[in-house]
């Protein structure tokens, strides 16, 4: 009973081990059964395969070189289309926009006035106003001077304190005498119009001749006005520099940015002083149309210089070309980056696309254009339909990626499939499983 009970589970043993030597020594049993489950997928509906999502990337680098000083999103972030992601050092390219806008204006201050003709009050007004612009840059020189002597010299800077606090009483001293004179003035030009104005009431034929001081008492009020404008300017610019100082003395680092604060003030004074001298030059000589017609063409090429300066200044700030998610960031602030090496990897979530590997005898089946079912294991209860959008033309091995060591011995095709993802749930990388529907 014994021997009995042990023969029949021992000659089953032996079958399947006779199996398994067949089937491992047998091609011909392999592919017999491999034709078999290769029917039988043929007359599945549909045809299932499974892939890595991925997403069109867009690698962002700037034109120009400068320093990086603001990284302004993260790795994983979302991102809209003109969203700022990286800025670099512009303070160079302003200046050069606000020099490049400055001689724009004084190129268009001189075709307005060469247009527009002159009077004697225009000229005494641009006179004026020429005045105040010297006296506000030869205050800012003097600023300019005054914060790279102190640089070279810090010890100065108590003597040069108590210098500018006896400049600054004098320069409102004066300003006070100039305010009283324009007082004066004022009161006869506002004599000097009041008889005008009866001077023109009279018949034409009955008015007295003027008196040539009346003309001098317009040119005396202009002179006021210009003195006021001048003494203030420098009561303003002395005040400046003795604020400077007072800052330096506060904090003695911030030397160095105070002379470069300095300088630029200085230069635009300078750009200032030179509108101010085009405009009355250009009162005083008044403009032929041959040289109205160059200065049109120096507005044009003042504007062009205007535009390159903006640009290049927009150059220094990178922007997302379109909406997506930030994979990689390969630069810190501070850091130099270089004109064409990419600072930051942006993926384009709006559409993703699945590459999945259709055996052989099933290729006949799958059309371009065809409806794709996709599901997610982040999205188990969501079906995401897809289109197959291309096949490939030759087959190849199933990728080590994708399926099982038995199966990668056989001949697929790549088809991809193209998925739209308006609200972005599927991301790079993800595991997906698609269903490829016959007959849809």
Same mark, same amino acid.
């Given at each position: 009973m014994?021997?009995?009970?042990?023969?029949w589970?021992?000659?089953?043993?032996?079958?399947l081990?006779?199996?398994?030597?067949?089937?491992?020594?047998s091609?011909?049993?392999r592919?017999?059964?491999?034709?078999?489950?290769?029917?039988?997928?043929?007359?599945?509906?549909?045809?299932?395969?499974?892939?890595?999502?991925?997403?069109?990337?867009?690698?962002?680098?700037p034109e120009?070189?400068?320093?990086?000083?603001?990284?302004?999103?993260?790795?994983?972030e979302?991102?809209?289309?003109?969203?700022?992601?990286?800025?670099l050092?512009?303070?160079?390219?302003?200046?050069?926009?606000?020099?490049?806008?400055?001689?724009?204006?004084?190129?268009?201050?001189r075709?307005?006035?060469?247009?527009?003709?002159?009077?004697?009050?225009?000229?005494r007004? %641009? &006179? +004026?106003?020429?005045?105040? @612009? $010297? *006296?506000?840059? !030869?205050? /800012?020189?003097?600023?300019?001077?005054?914060? =790279? #002597?102190?640089?070279?010299?810090?010890?100065?800077?108590?003597?040069r304190i108590?210098?500018?606090?006896?400049?600054?009483?004098?320069?409102?001293?004066?300003l006070?005498?100039?305010?009283?004179?324009?007082?004066?003035?004022e009161?006869?030009?506002?004599?000097?119009?009041?008889?005008?104005?009866?001077?023109?009431?009279?018949?034409?034929?009955?008015?007295?001749?003027?008196?040539?001081?009346?003309?001098?008492?317009l040119?005396?009020?202009w002179?006021?006005?210009?003195?006021?404008?001048?003494?203030?300017?420098?009561?303003?610019?002395?005040?400046?520099t003795?604020?400077?100082?007072?800052?330096?003395?506060?904090n003695?680092?911030?030397?160095?940015?105070?002379?470069?604060? %300095? &300088? +630029?003030q200085y230069?635009a @004074? $300078? *750009?200032?002083? !030179?509108? /101010?001298?085009?405009?009355?030059?250009?009162? =005083? #000589?008044?403009?032929?149309?041959?040289?109205?017609?160059?200065?049109?063409?120096?507005v044009?090429?003042?504007?062009?210089?205007?535009e390159?300066?903006?640009?290049?200044?927009?150059?220094?700030?990178?922007?997302?070309?379109?909406?997506?998610?930030?994979?990689?960031?390969?630069a810190?602030?501070?850091?130099?980056a270089?004109?064409?090496?990419?600072?930051?990897?942006?993926?384009?979530?709006?559409?993703?696309r699945?590459?999945v590997?259709?055996?052989?005898?099933?290729?006949?089946?799958?059309?371009?254009?065809?409806r794709?079912?996709?599901?997610?294991?982040?999205?188990?209860d969501?079906?995401?339909?897809?289109r197959?959008?291309?096949?490939?033309?030759?087959?190849?091995?199933?990728?080590?990626n994708?399926?099982? @060591? $038995?199966?990668?011995?056989?001949?697929?095709?790549?088809?991809?499939?193209l998925?739209?993802?308006?609200?972005r749930?599927?991301?790079?990388?993800?595991?997906?499983?698609?269903?490829i529907?016959?007959?849809?």
């Open positions: 014994l021997q009995q009970r042990w023969f589970p021992g000659v089953l043993l032996a079958l081990v006779a199996l398994a030597g067949a089937w491992a020594l091609p011909s049993l592919e017999w059964a491999s034709s078999l489950f290769g029917q039988a997928q043929a007359r599945s509906p549909e045809i299932t395969a499974s892939g890595f999502l991925e997403a069109e990337t867009i690698r962002l680098a120009v070189g400068g320093r990086i000083v603001e990284i302004a999103v993260a790795e994983g979302e991102v809209t289309a003109g969203q700022i992601l990286v800025r050092d512009d303070r160079i390219a302003r200046a050069q926009v606000a020099m490049a806008e400055a001689g724009l204006e004084v190129a268009q201050a075709l307005a006035l060469a247009r527009a003709g002159a009077c004697a009050e225009d000229i007004r %641009a &006179e +004026a106003l020429l005045a105040q @612009a $010297e *006296a506000l840059r !030869d205050g /800012a020189y003097q600023a300019w001077q005054d914060a =790279r #002597a102190l640089l070279a010299n810090p010890q100065d800077l108590e003597a108590a210098q500018l606090e006896a400049q600054v009483h004098a320069q409102r001293a004066l006070d005498q100039a305010v009283a004179l324009k007082d004066l003035a009161g006869a030009y506002n004599q000097y119009r009041a008889a005008m104005g009866q001077w023109e009431s009279i018949p034409e034929p009955l008015r007295p001749p003027l008196s040539p001081d009346v003309h001098g008492v040119y005396a009020y002179q006021a006005w210009a003195g006021v404008n001048a003494a203030g300017a420098a009561y303003d610019g002395a005040r400046e003795l604020g400077l100082l007072y800052q330096m003395r506060k003695p680092l911030a030397l160095r940015a105070q002379v470069n604060a %300095a &300088e +630029a230069r @004074a $300078e *750009a200032a002083v !030179d509108m /101010a001298r085009a405009q009355l030059e250009g009162l =005083r #000589a008044g403009a032929t149309a041959e040289e109205i017609a160059a200065l049109e063409a120096q044009q090429q003042a504007r062009a210089q205007v390159g300066a903006r640009v290049a200044l927009d150059k220094l700030t990178l922007t997302a070309p379109a909406g997506g998610v930030i994979l990689e960031l390969a810190h602030e501070g850091e130099l270089l004109p064409g090496v990419p600072l930051l990897t942006l993926a384009d979530l709006e559409e993703v699945l590459t590997y259709v055996p052989e005898n099933r290729l006949g089946q799958v059309q371009v254009g065809q794709v079912e996709v599901r997610v294991d982040s999205f188990p969501r079906v995401f339909l897809g197959v959008a291309s096949i490939a033309t030759q087959a190849e091995f199933t990728p080590r994708i399926q099982t @060591a $038995e199966e990668r011995v056989n001949m697929v095709f790549a088809v991809r499939v998925i739209p993802n308006p609200d749930a599927l991301k790079p990388g993800i595991l997906a499983d698609a269903r529907l016959i007959g849809e």
